[in-house]
T-cell receptor, first 117, second 109 residues
Framework: GAVVSQHPSWVICKSGTSVKIECRSL??????MFWYRQFPKQSLMLMAT?????????EQGVEKDKFLINHASLTLSTLTVTSAHPEDSSFYIC?????????????FGAGTRLSVL | QKEVEQNSGPLSVPEGAIASLNCTYS??????FFWYRQYSGKSPELIMF????GDKEDGRFTAQLNKASQYVSLLIRDSQPSDSATYLC?????????FGTGTSLTVIP
């Protein structure tokens, strides 16, 4: 399967600071990447769909000014949590869509655990 | 109605038994179907994908797709304690991906 790298895997920050999370597709080009959030013992929640070269599409209820997404290249999307607060503490997971061979498969990064103090 | 429905479980099976996980979907235009496994505290990993009606086997895993009835299932033969995880069903109609809420499976030694 394809490889998606997500960095950092764990970050602790003070309330009010911003945190940037990177998501890279290592062996394929991804025109579309997805950002999810998952709270303990809950299901994945799609936050936004990131398309290379265009603005991200945010799901209802997700603040686009708080969760900035940039997909500047075919292998890199970033999520910046601006002015983070304790309620933003969660497990953030990115994924990238691999359309090679018309299989249209979504591969996940390892996730980033964010703790806001 | 949710796009993808799964029984949240928990589903418990004894070691060596067959675990059966089911998923139904609402969009008849869906073409691609996926099963992901998610261990606690980890991100989902792809187990299988299926596009055509019928069965697809990979080792101990068999995915079954019935488009007429709009369901897809995953069978795990000879279940092992290491199979204990949450299993997510995903459906891909067009450019969207829809995930079920997952079924928690526990394999009892």
């Amino acid at each position: 399967g394809a490889v998606v790298s997500q960095h950092p895997s764990w970050v602790i920050c003070k309330s009010g600071t911003s945190v940037k999370i990177e998501c890279r597709s290592l062996d394929f080009q991804a025109t579309t990447m997805f950002w999810y959030r998952q709270f303990p013992k809950q299901s994945l929640m799609l936050m936004a769909t990131s398309n290379e070269g265009s603005k991200a599409t945010y799901e209802q209820g997700v603040e686009k000014d708080k969760f900035l997404i940039n997909h500047a290249s075919l292998t890199l999307s970033t999520l910046t949590v601006t002015s983070a607060h304790p309620e933003d503490s969660s497990f953030y997971i990115c994924s990238a869509r691999d359309i090679r061979l018309a299989k249209n498969i979504q591969y996940f990064g390892a996730g980033t655990r964010l703790s806001v103090l | 109605q949710k796009e993808v429905e799964q029984n949240s479980g928990p589903l418990s099976v004894p070691e060596g038994a067959i675990a059966s996980l089911n998923c139904t979907y609402s969009d008849r235009g869906s073409q691609s179907f996926f099963w992901y496994r998610q261990y606690s505290g980890k991100s989902p990993e792809l187990i299988m994908f299926i596009y055509s009606n019928g069965d697809k086997e990979d080792g101990r895993f068999t995915a079954q797709l019935n488009k007429a009835s709009q369901y897809v299932s995953l069978l795990i033969r000879d279940s092992q304690p290491s199979d204990s995880a949450t299993y997510l069903c995903a459906v891909n109609p067009g450019n969207q991906f829809y995930f079920g809420t997952g079924t928690s499976l526990t394999v009892i030694p």
